[in-house]
């Protein structure tokens, strides 16, 4: 939970979870990523994932769950996201 107090709160925590999109959340792993935490950015993801998971079952709109994004911001298949 500190790590999400700490890199994702101040960032993208007063969101709705509709408006978090696959750029935001990039944008917050690479900035965690930045400074050297490749190991945080990875358990920051699978956190942020499993809000997803709780939150679309529950019904709250949202966009598709980050999981696609790797630590390096490269689809499943390889390619750059933007």
């Given at each position: 939970m500190r790590?999400?107090?700490r890199d994702v709160f101040p960032?993208?925590?007063g969101l709705?979870?509709?408006d978090l999109t696959p750029p935001?959340?990039?944008?917050?792993?690479r900035d965690i990523e930045a400074r050297g935490s490749i190991e945080t950015a990875k358990r920051i993801l699978q956190r942020i994932s499993c809000v997803?998971?709780?939150a679309i079952p529950?019904?709250?709109p949202a966009c598709n769950r980050p999981t696609p994004f790797s630590r390096t911001g490269r689809d499943?298949?390889?390619n750059a996201q933007e």
């Open positions: 790590s999400l107090e960032a993208i925590g709705p979870i509709a935001l959340i990039l944008a917050v792993l997803f998971g709780f529950e019904g709250k499943r298949g390889g």
